[in-house]
T-cell receptor, first 110, second 115 residues
Framework: RKEVEQDPGPFNVPEGATVAFNCTYS??????FFWYRQDCRKEPKLLMS???SGNEDGRFTAQLNRASQYISLLIRDSKLSDSATYLC???????????FGRGTSLIVHP | ETGVTQSPTHLIKTRGQQVTLRCSSQ?????VSWYQQALGQGPQFIFQ???????GRGNFPPRFSGLQFPNYSSELNVNALELDDSALYLC??????????????FGPGTRLTVL
C-alpha cells in the first residue's frame, strides 16, 4: 500500500458545482498535512494547511480524519480557474520526510 | 512569484553522464528541499538541506547527492544518469523553524531528459 493515496481522476465538473477529494495516508505517526495545487507544467503552490479542527479559506474547506487516516478538500462554487491537479502532502513526525500523493486532476467546464 | 529560482530550465543528457542542477532559495529562507516529479506522478522527496547539512533523505540511491552553500543556495548532483531519471526536478525553500509544518515555496523546476 502506498504511503499516500489519491484518486487521480480526472474529476470533470461544471462551473458552480461542489467537488470533494480525499487523500488517505498509511502512517499513523503523520503529523502535518497540506493541500497543494499544481497547474499544468508549473510548480506546486500551497493551497492550504489542514488542521485537526478543519479549516476553511473562501470556497475551500479542508478536513482531517485521524481515526480513518484521511484528509479531504472540498471546493464549492467551482470556477474554470480551479482546473488543476490537487496534491496532498503528509509529513511524518520526527524527521522531515514529506510525502506527496500523485495528485487528483480537476477539470471545470463551462 | 515565490522568489525561488532554478537553473537550467531544461537539460538533455545521455545515459551514464552526470548532471548538476542549481537552486537559489527565497530571501530569508535557510532550508532547501529537492524533489523528483515524473510525468503523472506527485513530487518524490529526494533530500533536504539545512545549515549546509543533509536534514532528511527520501528513498533515492547515493548517486543523488547535494550541497548547500553559506548563502543557502543549493545544488543537486546526479551521477551515472539512467533513463528513469528523466523528470522534473523541483527545489523548494522554507524557513526552518524546527517543525514539519513549515511552508515550502517551490521553484519552477528543471526538466531533465536522459536519452
Amino acid at each position: 500500500r502506498k504511503e499516500v493515496e489519491q484518486d487521480p481522476g480526472p474529476f470533470n465538473v461544471p462551473e458552480g458545482a461542489t467537488v470533494a477529494f480525499n487523500c488517505t495516508y498509511s502512517n499513523s505517526a503523520s503529523q502535518s498535512f497540506f493541500w497543494y495545487r499544481q497547474d499544468c507544467r508549473k510548480e506546486p503552490k500551497l493551497l492550504m494547511s489542514v488542521y485537526s479542527s478543519g479549516n476553511e479559506d473562501g470556497r475551500f474547506t479542508a478536513q482531517l480524519n485521524r481515526a480513518s487516516q484521511y484528509i479531504s478538500l472540498l471546493i464549492r462554487d467551482s470556477k474554470l480557474s480551479d482546473s488543476a491537479t490537487y496534491l496532498c502532502v503528509v509529513n511524518r513526525g520526527g524527521s522531515y520526510i514529506p510525502t506527496f500523493g500523485r495528485g487528483t486532476s480537476l477539470i471545470v467546464h463551462p | 512569484e515565490t522568489g525561488v529560482t532554478q537553473s537550467p530550465t531544461h537539460l538533455i543528457k545521455t545515459r551514464g553522464q552526470q548532471v548538476t542542477l542549481r537552486c537559489s532559495s527565497q530571501s530569508g529562507h535557510n532550508t532547501v528541499s529537492w524533489y523528483q516529479q515524473a510525468l503523472g506522478q506527485g513530487p518524490q522527496f529526494i533530500f533536504q538541506y539545512y545549515r549546509e547539512e543533509e536534514n532528511g533523505r527520501g528513498n533515492f540511491p547515493p548517486r543523488f547527492s547535494g550541497l548547500q552553500f553559506p548563502n543557502y543556495s543549493s545544488e543537486l548532483n546526479v551521477n551515472a544518469l539512467e533513463l528513469d531519471d528523466s523528470a522534473l526536478y523541483l527545489c523548494a525553500s522554507s524557513r526552518w523553524g524546527g517543525s514539519s509544518t513549515d511552508t515550502q515555496y517551490f521553484g519552477p523546476g528543471t526538466r531533465l531528459t536522459v536519452l
